[in-house]
């Protein structure tokens, strides 16, 4: 097949789909890799490593995109996009944002089959092209990076001549995966940490980090099928608002990842309980893109107010391109190697990967959830 890699043009993107290692990879397994000029330059693989590695570099990104068999990107496709791919092509990256009716139209029309890596099922077997978790980790690193560089404290224990410095405290609120690798980060730079989550299983994992769970009364059957938190009620939301709050004023760095898939992220910080914390601390939304979990963060900005830093972060994987590149074109090669594994490369819809990941095939929507979404939409 002829795999298409296009520059990423979201603004402040710097990653890159396929690095020149993976591009070794399809080239081995006997596909063409054509590189748009200058696609890997922001996340540092500049076109020479391409073409070694035995990709083609494309001046033209018209000439990219009608050309290719497959597109594979990391941000959803641009509505320009989309109408250069040619009919009856596939398109492989992260679609939930812009799932709509006419976006969904214009593919079909052109017959594109398109796969949403976030909807590849979070199951064993699909570990190794599992994006959201790769993305997630590199958030969770560097959030705790830029926590650090915010607090006016050291992170780790200090025995110095001056005297010593007790360690900086801080909480994490939703141990999913970034949440997990920022108490891990966290925790290597010598902070003292504690976290809470809604799903009880976490709570071992949070402990084996060497960090303290908060205990607090947990509802039964907090998990989606799929894993995901599910909605709390109100009454617990104000019982888990009222141990955060005064957990929050204790700690100097709040970092919040709490998300519930496909819907807005629930406030558990209000602005209240930002009055009552240290001044000086530091809060990383790590949930901004979802509308935040603290009540005044702002996306994509860094405020200041009643003496506290609330950093409203966006796309920081985008932030660490060199690595999350690496492991972004790992997931999606892994993922498409996957998907086209039949001899004939005809897709499996018995295959619990495939059917959940494809959005658009043979010019219909065959995702049960994007058709009830989009049914829910055409009806409010
Ligand atoms: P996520 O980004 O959807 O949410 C982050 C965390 O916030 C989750 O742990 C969630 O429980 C928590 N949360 C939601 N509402 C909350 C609230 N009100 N208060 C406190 N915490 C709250 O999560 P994720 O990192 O994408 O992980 C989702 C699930 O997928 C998890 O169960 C994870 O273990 C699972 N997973 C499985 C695999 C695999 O088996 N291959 C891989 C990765 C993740």
Redesign the pocket.
Same mark, same amino acid.
Request: hydrophobic residues 50%; without cysteine.
């Given at each position: 097949m002829k795999i298409g890699i296009p520059n990423e043009i979201s603004d402040g993107e710097r990653r890159v789909a396929i690095v020149p290692k993976t591009a070794t990879q399809l080239l081995k397994d006997g596909h063409e890799v054509f590189v748009e000029i200058g696609a890997g330059e922001k996340a540092c693989f500049p076109d020479t490593e391409y073409e070694q590695a035995g990709a083609v570099i494309i001046k033209d990104k018209q000439l990219l995109y009608s050309g290719a068999d497959v597109i594979m990107k990391i941000q959803p496709p641009q509505r320009e996009e989309i109408e250069m791919m040619k009919n009856d092509s596939t398109y492989i990256g992260f679609l939930s944002s812009v799932l709509d009716a006419e976006f969904l139209n214009l593919m079909n029309q052109k017959s594109i089959s398109s796969f949403a890596m976030e909807f590849i099922p !979070?199951?064993?077997r699909? *570990?190794s092209m599992?994006a959201?978790?790769s993305m997630?980790s590199i958030a969770g690193y560097r959030a705790v990076l830029i926590a650090a560089q915010y607090l006016g404290k050291f992170f780790p224990l200090m025995m110095t001549a001056a005297g010593t410095i007790p360690p900086a405290k801080l909480l994490v $609120? #939703?141990? +999913?995966? =970034? +949440?997990l690798q920022a108490i891990a980060t966290a925790r290597r730079l010598g902070a003292r940490v504690e976290a %809470?989550?809604? !799903?009880p299983? $976490?709570k071992e994992q949070v402990e084996s980090l060497g960090a303290q769970f908060i205990e607090m009364e947990l509802v039964k059957n907090? &998990?989606t099928a =799929? #894993?995901?938190?599910k909605e709390?009620t109100e009454e617990f939301?104000k019982r &888990?608002r009222k141990i955060i709050g005064d957990r929050a004023a204790q700690n100097h760095v709040v970092i919040t990842?709490? *998300?519930? %898939?496909g819907k807005k992220a629930?406030i558990?910080i209000t602005e209240e309980m930002v009055k009552k914390m240290q001044k000086g601390s530091v809060i990383i939304d790590l949930a901004a893109e979802q509308g935040g979990n603290c009540e005044i963060t702002e996306p994509g900005k860094n405020i200041y107010k009643h003496g506290v830093t609330i950093c409203g972060v966006l796309n920081l994987p985008s932030t660490l391109p060199i690595d999350a590149s690496s492991m972004y074109s790992r997931n999606i090669t892994q993922f498409f190697k996957h998907l086209y594994k039949a001899e004939d490369r005809n897709l499996d819809f018995e295959d619990k990967i495939t059917k959940s990941s494809c959005v658009t095939y043979n010019g219909e929507i065959v995702n049960d959830y994007v058709r009830t979404a989009i049914r829910k939409g055409a009806n409010t």
């Open positions: !979070r199951i064993s699909s *570990q599992d959201l978790s997630a $609120v #939703g141990a +999913g995966v =970034a +949440g %809470f989550d809604t !799903r299983a $976490v907090a &998990e =799929a #894993g995901y938190a709390m939301m &888990e990842t709490a *998300q519930l %898939f629930p558990l």
